[in-house]
């Protein structure tokens, strides 16, 4: 049995070098595509890293890193180290944390807080002033003038009463003294701040303090975890006529002990810094859940506690992140099943004219007695040269030259295309020594050796029935595809803010949703083939009748089927997943514009900060650059019959003009905006989904009572929203009309937040940004409202797509509409080149029978052109329908962190552009079959006999 085989593979490799071109071109494609699709999660994973870390980085100090508070009464150590019980409680909550989270800790600081106290002589304003014991600030603080202070402890005589007072060292900072007028060598009598949460009625004594020493420091360092007391003075309000400079000074750990004395309880801070590197997309969802086991251990609390409470936003930028890169994940999962399949399907429809070629020689074998177990594996061992090994070759480079990330996932990806490649090439051999029988063959390879070329249509000419197998099989494709588009479409629906499941439990990558477009276009294209063949054999039919032979000869080509029907999968297949994948990039851009309008409710919003107010809309309307302003209050406000307050916001009835044509048009009903003031008829409003739900609820056409400040009005509601344009916030709301009001100059709401329309609303001009006219703008607000902000639709939405997650996706599904072109484009060329060249006999044939050059050229056309034309047009559809189904389940509110409900809107441009381009590679692939129809002559083609 050795030897059979080996004089098997023999011939295999002789064969091998008779058909290069297409061996070539199968190794080729299985190395490229095992090397790309091998190297794209390792380079994902990196990407999530890196998106990862950029996020935290990007995020507030105090956000991205983990702080511990607790108000208590911590003895001091021995005087060497007076601070050893505060370190500690410092390394008791260390120990206690989840080890994901003790992994992440760089550094820490500790901080003690002595009471607020009150400044009674020494300074120039009224100020305050906190005790810090700080010992890492010293390294981060840089002396102007005088010393550090240090623990030694004075006294002087007390005013009043004339008890002594302890005079303890401090060092502040140079604007610190500048606001409040104090020097260096002051000394400054004080007392405890009674509006301090800490101040208590036992142990408390006034104290006083020398400045020893001036600093300066930087504010911007990380160092200060955005509490920069000790760096600058801030202002209390303590009522609307009375403020105090307040600012923290440096203590000395030495007077800690002596400081104890003259207070109750003392605040603690532990400041816990963690390393965004140290953070990676694989080890997120552990962190996470360390994090919420922290939460439970040291639960939040808005109130002063004696066991220390967390403070931290990084859980909710990990997890928060991690949603949505899931969500990138996924899309990029299901956009890539793209490539791939038009990858597969180009090394199919190769195998499949390479095997129509050869075919003759494997019968042949038979014919000289050839065992099928000799043929087989002689089909195997070349499957395994042509297919698997450059599949391993393109997979280990990948994992050789993979920017970090684990090598399992692109391993699996290198071994699964290996194989499924493998099996491609050796399926249409296999599949016909396994169902036909020895003799037939034998009949048959006779047959096509005096014939000089194998058909693939039945012996009238007609193509070959389906088998039971064939249809049972594209009856199950067609079922599964329906059921998956349902499957993800639901899922979808049961949580359309951003799919993701209920309780924020992070969802793997779903395979069913990644499934589904590539079983719907291979069903599609599965359903083509077969409809296809019914006005193509009408179309035969009908020039039949004709005496002209290309329209004849080639219309009864395509309905034959010989190669029209693979063609018509791939081209199908792959125009569903790449006008898949174009309408969900357009979606994504679409809805990041969409969302930057919701939230901005205008092309620029600008709000006033607390306490203060914006020019009318009237005067906004008349800076440079507007064209249309509209003014709204945003305040608190009750109704009758709700437990809890609520947003109001009274806009302009001029919203309508300033929103009118974008995404951020509030859609007023008319009655809110046409019907003038009447005080005797009920304010027609709309309220937030959330307050028309639930127990206590109010119902359409109800009437309440509006208390905004001092004023109550009777309110009818009349619609509900779940969000409204330039009102980003969750809390429930209420929507009146300003003017409906109809209040006096003396009693009208002031205008808190200004939508102002710009001339790039209308297309008509540059972006606010891009001629300095938005700085110019906040400006000119900034002298009527200081600290107003400013907020730009295009910003907001360039900052969207600017997300790392965005941006990865956007980047994966143009890099797959690329690959999934270029393959397709392969495809088609090689299959329509592979036609040509099995044709080359009966190509002479017809040019020794007369028939032209540029008539071979007409008969290809009208063999091809019909298939690939419905093949386009069908895939298309088919792509833009599957979106249309299972967007509700691919998490794009995920991805861009919005519930905003964003229409489908589609961009025709792409879709004449792969049109244009499927058009290109077919004009191209006609010439080529046309030219290598007829490179032989009038020769027939080689049979490479078996030894």
Known sequence: MTLPIVGALRAWLRRLAAQRAEVLAIAVLMFVTAFVFSLAPRVAERVADDALRQTIGAAPVAARNVAFSSVDRLEAGPESEPLANVDAAERAIEAAMPPGVQTLITDRDTI??????????????????????????????????????????????????????????????????????????DTLAMRPDPIDGLSARNGQANIAVRIVGLYDADGRSPYWFDDVDLVRP???????????????????????????????????????????????????????????????????????????????????????????????????????????????GAIALISLFSHRRRRSSELVWLARGASRP????????????????????????????????????????????GLAGT????????????????????????????????????????????????????GLVAILAVAAAVIVRERGLRTPSNAIPAGNALAGIDPIAIAAPALAGLAGGLLAIRLLAVPLRALAAATGARRDLVPILGTTRAARGASGPQILLVILLTGAIGSFAVVTFGQIEHAADAIAWQTTGASVH????????????????????????????????????????????AVDRSITTVADGTPADPALPTRMTDLPPDPARPLAVIISTGLGQGPGAIKLGETRTLSVGGLHRQIEVIATRLAFPGLPDADPFVIVVRDQLGLDQAHA?????????????????????????????????????PGV????????????????????????????????????????????????????????????????????????????????????????????????????GLGLGA??????????????????????????????GIQLAALLSERSGASAPRVVAAD
């Open 606 to 649: 600008a709000r006033a900060t607390a306490n203060s107010a914006l020019p009318s809309a009237d005067v906004a309307a008349t800076y440079a650059g507007v064209e249309a302003a509209a003014g709204a209050y945003r305040g608190l406000a009750t109704i009758s019959g709700v437990g809890r307050p609520l947003t109001v916001f």
């Open 423 to 474: 099996g491609l090439v050796a399926l249409p051999a296999v599949r016909e020594l396994a169902s036909s029988r020895a003799g037939n063959l034998v009949a048959v390879g006779a047959a096509e050796r005096v014939a000089g070329h194998a058909s693939a249509a039945g012996s009238d000419g007609s193509p070959a029935s389906p088998g039971r197998r064939r249809l049972v099989f594209e």
């Open 789 to 888: 902000m400013l907020t730009s639709a295009d910003d907001l939405a360039d900052s969207l797509r600017a997300d790392p997650a965005v941006a990865s996706a956007r980047l994966g599904i143009a890099v797959a509409c690329v690959l999934a072109a270029v393959y397709v484009a392969l495809a088609v060329l090689l299959s329509l080149a592979l036609t040509g060249a099995a044709r080359v006999t009966e190509t002479a044939y017809l040019r020794a029978l007369g028939v032209s050059r540029r008539q071979i050229v007409a008969l290809v056309v009208v063999e091809h052109v019909p298939t690939i034309i419905l093949a386009v047009a069908a895939g298309v559809g088919l792509g833009l329908a599957v979106f249309g189904l299972v967007e509700p």
């Open 234 to 344: 801030h202002t209390v309000e303590i009522s609307s006529n009375v403020a105090y400079n307040a600012f923290a000074a440096l203590v000395s750990s030495g007077a800690y002990q002596s400081l104890l004395s003259a207070t109750a309880k003392v605040r603690y801070t532990w400041h816990v810094f963690v390393a965004a590197d140290r953070l990676t997309a694989g080890t997120a969802a552990a962190v996470v859940t360390d994090l919420r086991r922290l939460e439970t251990l040291f639960p939040p609390s808005a109130v002063p506690t004696v066991k220390p409470a967390l403070r931290t936003g990084l859980l909710r930028l990990v997890s928060d992140q991690l949603e949505r890169w899931q969500s990138t994940r996924a899309i990029l999962s299901v956009v890539a099943v793209g490539p791939l399949a038009a990858a597969l």
């Open 374 to 417: 000799t043929v087989a594996s002689g089909i195997f061992a070349e499957a395994v040269m042509v297919a698997l090994l450059p599949a391993a070759l393109g997979s280990g480079l990948a994992i050789a030259l993979g920017p970090g990330g684990p090598s399992d996932a692109s391993l699996a990806v290198g071994i699964a295309i």
């Open 112 to 185: 003690v807080d002595v009471l607020r106290w009150r400044v009674e002589s020494g300074a120039s304003v009224p100020t305050l002033v906190t005790l810090r014991i700080e010992p890492g600030a010293t390294a981060h603080v840089q002396l102007t003038s005088g010393r550090e202070p240090t623990g030694s402890i004075g006294q002087i005589a007390g005013a009043g009463d004339g008890q002594p007072l302890n005079v303890y060292e401090i060092a502040v900072s140079s604007d610190a003294a500048r606001a409040s007028g104090i020097r260096l060598g």
């Open 749 to 785: 709401l002031t205008t808190t937040d200004l939508f102002l329309r710009t001339a790039s609303t209308l297309g008509a001009g540059p972006t606010p940004t891009s001629d300095g006219s938005l700085g110019r703008l906040q400006a000119v607000l900034a002298a009527a409202s």
């Open 895 to 924: 991805l861009l962190g919005s519930a905003v409900d964003v229409p489908l809107r589609i961009d025709p441009l792409p879709f004449a552009a792969l049109i244009a381009a499927v058009a290109i590679v077919a004009a191209v």
